[in-house]
C-alpha cells in the first residue's frame, strides 16, 4: 500500500507535548529544537498550507517559573501554574514563528468549546479568520479555568477536537516515540511499527500502553482515542517521533510513523454530523432566488429568508425550505431566532443597524449548510 505525503495536505494540525518541548530538567523550553520545528511549521506554510498547532507546556513552564517542586500539583495549583506559564508559553511561539514573518493566534480552549455548538461555532470562527489572515493559530486547553470533571485530560483529544472543528485534513501527533507498535516496544523487543492502519479495531486499541513522563498526560492509548475522534470525523492521522531536529521535514521525507486513514473527508463527514445526527430546532423558508444561491454553492443571506419558525438558538440546526415548503436542506444558523426574525429580507450590510451589533453577513454559512438533491421534474 503506498502511503500518503505530507505534501498532499492543506490544512495541518500540529500537536506539540509537554515533554518535546519542554526540558524537564532545566524547566525551560527547548529552544534548539523548538526553532527547527518552526522552520518546517514556515515551509509548510510557504507552501499554501493552513497550519496549526495544538500546544502543551503551560504548567510545566509555570511550575518552573514558581520554582514549584516536583511532584503531583492540586487542581489549583496547577490552574496558577498555568496562568504564569500560559504567558511565556504564548510569547515562545510568537518569538519562533515572527523569525519567518509568520503571526502567531493565541486560542485557549475547555471541553465546551467544542462540545456546544454555539461555542464550536464560535471558535471555529476564529480559527477560520486567523487562517484567513495567514497566522498560525496556536492553540491550548484552557488550564486556569478547566476543572478535573470537565478537561480533556490530554492534549491528544484536544488536538482531534480542533482537527476536527476546523475541518482539517490531516492531524500530526508529534510523540516520543515513532507510532503505534505491536506491543510497547520498552517492554517487548520483538514489537515492531506499523506503518498504517486503517481502521481502529478492538485490536488496534489493545496495542496501546500508558504515559509516559510526569510532564505529558497522554500515552498510546490517548492517541488511538485521538485517531477514533479525527478519522471519524474524515481527518487522517498520523503518529511520529517528535524528539528530533525537524520532525515534519523528516516526516515529509518518508521518515517512520504510524498512518491512521480515513476513507471520508472532513467535509463531508461533517456535512454527514449536520444533515443526519442533529435534531432540527426550526425552519427557515427562503425565496426562490435564494434557492437558486443555495444550490450553486452559496451561502444563505438573510436577504434571501421570507420566513423564521420555532425556538432556535445560534448554533441550532435548523431545516431550510423553499417558496413550495420542499426541504431544501439543513444547517447551523448563525442567529438566535429573534435575530433572525428581525433581519429577514434585509441585506447583510443593514444586520448591524438593525441589531446594534456587528453580525455575520450570512444566515448560515455554506461550510454549515447541507444542500439535498433537485427533486425530478
Known sequence: MSLPSLRNFRRI???????????????????????????????????????????????ALGRSRLKLPRGPLKLEESQAAAAVGQIALARTWSEVLSAYEIDAGQILVTLQDTEERRRYLNARSTIAKLLEWRAIPVINENDTVATAEIRYGDNDRLAARVATMASADLLVLLSDIDGLYTAPPANDPTASLIPVVEAVTAEIEG???????????????????????????????????????????????????????????????????????????????????????????????????????????????????????????????????????????????????????????????????????????
Open 13 to 59: 494540525v500540529v500537536k506539540v507535548g509537554s515533554s518535546l518541548l519542554i526540558d524537564s530538567e532545566a524547566g525551560e523550553v527547548r529552544a534548539g529544537w523548538l526553532a527547527a520545528l518552526a522552520s518546517d511549521l514556515a515551509a509548510l506554510h510557504r507552501g499554501g498550507r493552513d497550519v496549526m498547532v495544538v500546544s502543551s507546556g503551560s504548567i
Open 207 to 377: 496495542m496501546a500502553g500508558a504515559a509516559g513522563s510526569e510532564l505529558s498526560r497522554g500515552g498510546m492509548r490517548t492517541k488511538i482515542e485521538a485517531a477514533k475522534i479525527a478519522t471519524t470525523a474524515g481527518t487522517h492521522m498520523l503518529i511520529a517521533n517528535g524528539k528530533i531536529d525537524h520532525p515534519l521535514r523528516t516526516i515529509a521525507d518518508g521518515g517512520r510513523c504510524t498512518w491512521f486513514l480515513t476513507p471520508a473527508n472532513p467535509v463531508t463527514a461533517r456535512k454527514r454530523w449536520i444533515a443526519g445526527s442533529l435534531e432540527p430546532k426550526g425552519t427557515l423558508t427562503i425565496d426562490a432566488g435564494a434557492v437558486c444561491a443555495l444550490r450553486a454553492g452559496k451561502s444563505l443571506l438573510p436577504a434571501g429568508v421570507v420566513r423564521v419558525e420555532g425556538q432556535f438558538a445560534r448554533g441550532d440546526a435548523v431545516v431550510v425550505r423553499g417558496p413550495d415548503t420542499d426541504e431544501i436542506g439543513r444547517g447551523l444558523v448563525a442567529y438566535d431566532a429573534e435575530d433572525a426574525e428581525k433581519i429577514i429580507g434585509h441585506s447583510s450590510p443593514d444586520v448591524m443597524s438593525i441589531l446594534g451589533i456587528s453580525g455575520r453577513a450570512e444566515m448560515i454559512h455554506r461550510d454549515d449548510l447541507v444542500i439535498g438533491a433537485v427533486p425530478n421534474s
